[in-house]
């Protein structure tokens, strides 16, 4: 309990020490004047010192400067513990030139004033000459006494440095009470023995710090001040007078009176420090924060005035180096405990040491995926997006953890396709959003940049009818993307699968036609640099709770330059709907996009697939059958039974028309997806279209005899919307 007491006793006085500085100058005045601290009884200004005390502070063009009084002593230190006053002087010098012309001489003076209280002093100083022709003397200024040395020499061999034995330097001491002096420089030769390395002779006063040396007789031809020591006290009275007269400097409690020669000086009692001449000047020292300040072994506890020292528990003594020590003693229950409490903290410190190792494997091999699944490609795409200027959408990093919690770590209760691409779980966040999460299927670098192309191009589209990429992870084995949730599928699932066909209107079918349309025109004419999808399917093309439709799945498109009309690749992209020309030639451009679109609107129009394997050949390919019925005037055979009933024949037969005209196997006949999307939403508004009063041509001539040729060329292995699955390697030019 003693133990515990003295730890808060400590804790108090430290607090307090703290909470109260000590005071250096009388309240209300400067403390400072420049670098240099002015402590009481010195002050500047009146009522800031006490009488001969006074320091002016002057501001010059190096700052400001502090002097005794009034007068041109510039003051450098004050020290109250050891009463002293360090300030500059000038030195006097004799300089002749090589023919034994005296050309630079003074004999500078110094007075301290009329005040008793400050002196030089004659511990602390010395008096100095430097030359080799040298006599110097110092005088008193009341003529009371002349002293003074002499210094000869013809070379430097026998200069001895660090000492003023007489041979280029000489030194004496000065006697007590010293207060005004004059110092006088005389030469036996001119210096003309000597003129090659001692041209000069210098003399001052200086305190103990000075060491001479040979180069001194050169290079204090620049130097005009010398530091000198003074040491002052207060009064004229001992300490013991001071106290029965009332007149004692020190004020201050826990402080202590000292005799000096003229009167006293007060400094603050042990355990305490600060300034002795102010009320509540002296502040108690924590010893325990230097050790150099206390003599314990081990705790130390600091006191008012002092400080204790204690042993460790479970040890003896009084804890002093200079006393009885601490002594150990063998602690049984110490040893038991402490063994006990080893083993539990090897235990902790085990599976500490396991959990870090194995949370570091796993930070690794996120790491690792992280690099595998393009992350350093995509930071390259981020950073290069933001040099563009490009930051119109903000997607989030999702971690591995959040989507396995979405997913129910990706039960496949949750799956909602599968395909050639991967497959698409449906998961909740915690702030209860409903996601579409795709977990791609990546082996090469070249899928790993598709992938890549995807998040970026995504991530810089920004429109009603593109489906929106919230996010991506690429901490997992196989990369993840988490898009905005379509409730209602896709396109292909409403006008294909069994129960679902006829179940979309035909206003409903124009209206997402003409929405993915405008989708498609603002990819390639809206945005900063042209986007071609290069996979526009009905599967691509999704739906949500409203039937809005909205255009997915980018992993194969591809970012157009504005000054390039066309570029080109590996063939890439779905059975069926793939572009004659691109598949021949390896250049897509924007009308390979229009193409494919041209087969969805085939497929809205007759609920057909575009390839239909379980079909006889000449039926097998949507569009070969759809241009031969345009081609023989038999639209009706292939129109769906629902569009059929509820559309009027002009009108179906100007979509079927356009449809047409996106189909045209040279590219350059066919429309732009600006043009699609303006017709479509006209026709969508008025069954009078300005394409209804035209003409209905022949609907398809020569050219269209070898556009069925290609369309019947292809030999495909699978049913439904499959996926090209192999690159056709092509002469391209790069």
């Not at 009388?26 to 420049?34: L, N, S, T, V, Y």
């Not at 009603?464 to 898009?483: I, M, S």
């Not at 041209?598 to 809205?604: D, K, M, P, T, W």
């Amino acid at each position: 309990m003693a133990w515990q007491v003295a730890v808060l006793l400590q804790i108090l006085v430290r607090l307090s020490s703290a909470l109260a500085a000590a005071p250096m100058a009388q309240p209300g005045c400067r403390a400072k004047c420049g670098d240099v601290k002015i402590p009481y009884p010195f002050g500047i200004g009146p009522g800031c010192f006490l009488p001969g005390f006074d320091i002016t502070c002057n501001t010059t063009t190096n700052g400001s400067k502090a002097f005794i009084g009034h007068g041109n002593i510039e003051v450098l230190n004050i020290s109250l513990v050891d009463g002293l006053l360090k300030v500059k002087h000038f030195i006097a010098h004799d300089c002749y030139d090589g023919q034994g012309k005296r050309v630079r001489h003074n004999n500078p003076w110094m007075q301290l004033g009329r005040t008793r209280s400050i002196r030089f002093s004659d511990t602390s100083n010395r008096f100095v000459a430097i030359g080799c022709d040298t006599i110097a003397y110092l005088i008193d200024m009341d003529h009371k006494f002349t002293t003074g040395c002499a210094s000869m020499c013809n070379n430097t061999s026998f200069v001895t440095n660090g000492t003023c034995s007489g041979i280029g330097c000489c030194e004496i001491g000065i006697p007590k009470g010293l207060r005004a002096f004059t110092v006088e420089l005389h030469s036996y030769h001119n210096h003309s023995n000597c003129s090659s390395f001692s041209p000069c002779s210098y003399a001052f006063l200086t305190d103990t710090s000075f060491r001479f040396n040979a180069s001194d007789f050169l290079s204090f031809e620049n130097v005009t001040m010398m530091p000198a020591t003074l040491e002052w006290d207060v009064g004229n009275k001992t300490c013991e007078e001071a106290r029965e007269e009332g007149g004692s400097a020190c004020v201050a409690k826990n402080s202590e009176c000292y005799n000096s020669t003229n009167g006293h000086r007060c400094n603050c009692s042990q355990g305490y420090e600060g300034n002795p001449y102010l009320r509540d000047g002296c502040q108690d020292i924590d010893e325990c924060r230097d050790p150099q300040k206390n003599q314990c072994v081990s705790h130390c506890i600091n006191t008012i005035g002092s400080y204790h020292c204690t042993c460790p528990r479970g040890m003896r003594g009084d804890g002093r180096k200079d006393g009885s020590r601490c002594t150990t003693e063998f602690p049984f229950l110490g040893v038991v405990l402490g063994a006990g409490s080893g083993f539990l903290f090897l235990c902790a410190s085990i599976s500490w040491l396991y959990w870090i190792l194995s949370k570091r494997r796993l930070i690794k091999l996120k790491e690792k995926f992280f690099q595998q699944n393009g992350g350093l490609l995509l930071q390259h795409h981020i950073s290069s997006s933001s040099d563009d200027g490009r930051n119109d959408s903000i997607m989030r990093i999702f971690t591995s953890e959040e989507l396995q919690r979405a997913t129910n770590n990706y039960d496949e209760d949750c799956i909602i396709g599968q395909g050639g691409f991967g497959t698409v779980y449906k998961g909740t966040l915690s702030d209860q959003r409903v996601v579409a999460i795709k977990k791609s299927k990546i082996a090469a670098k070249g899928e790993i940049e598709q992938f890549i192309n995807e998040v970026v191009l995504l991530s810089t589209i920004n429109h009603k009818n593109v489906v929106k990429l919230l996010g991506c992870c690429l901490e997992t084995q196989v990369p993840l993307l988490v898009f905005e949730f379509m409730s209602n599928g896709t396109l292909s699932h409403h006008i294909h699968d069994q129960g679902r066909r006829g179940s979309l209107s035909l206003e409903n079918r124009l209206r997402i036609a003409a929405e993915a349309a405008e989708a498609l025109a603002y990819l390639h004419s809206s945005v900063s640099t042209p986007i071609i999808h290069r996979d526009v399917k009905s599967t691509n093309i999704l739906l949500d709770d409203s039937y809005t439709a909205k255009v997915s799945d980018f992993g194969t498109s591809r970012l157009v330059p504005f000054d390039r009309n066309c570029l080109t690749s590996l063939v890439r992209g779905t059975i069926g709907y793939l572009d004659p020309e691109y598949f021949q030639s390896g250049q897509f451009t924007d009308k390979s996009d229009v193409y494919s679109f041209g087969v969805v609107l085939v497929e809205l129009l007759t609920g057909e697939k575009a390839l239909s394997m379980n079909k006889s050949e000449e039926h097998r390919s949507l569009v070969k059958r759809f241009i031969s019925c345009m081609s023989e005037g038999g639209l009706r055979e292939i129109l769906d039974d629902r569009i059929h009933r509820e559309g009027s024949m002009e009108q179906l037969l100007a979509v079927a028309k356009l449809a047409e005209r996106c189909l045209r196997l040279n590219g350059d006949e066919r429309p732009t997806m600006k043009e699609v999307a303006i017709k479509l939403e006209g026709m969508r508004t008025s069954t009078n279209h300005p394409w209804v009063g035209e003409e209905i041509e022949p609907l398809l001539a020569e050219p269209l005899l070898s556009e069925l040729a290609f369309y019947g060329a292809g030999n495909t292995t699978s049913d439904g919307n499959s996926s090209y699955s192999e690159f056709v390697p092509l002469n391209i030019t790069k």
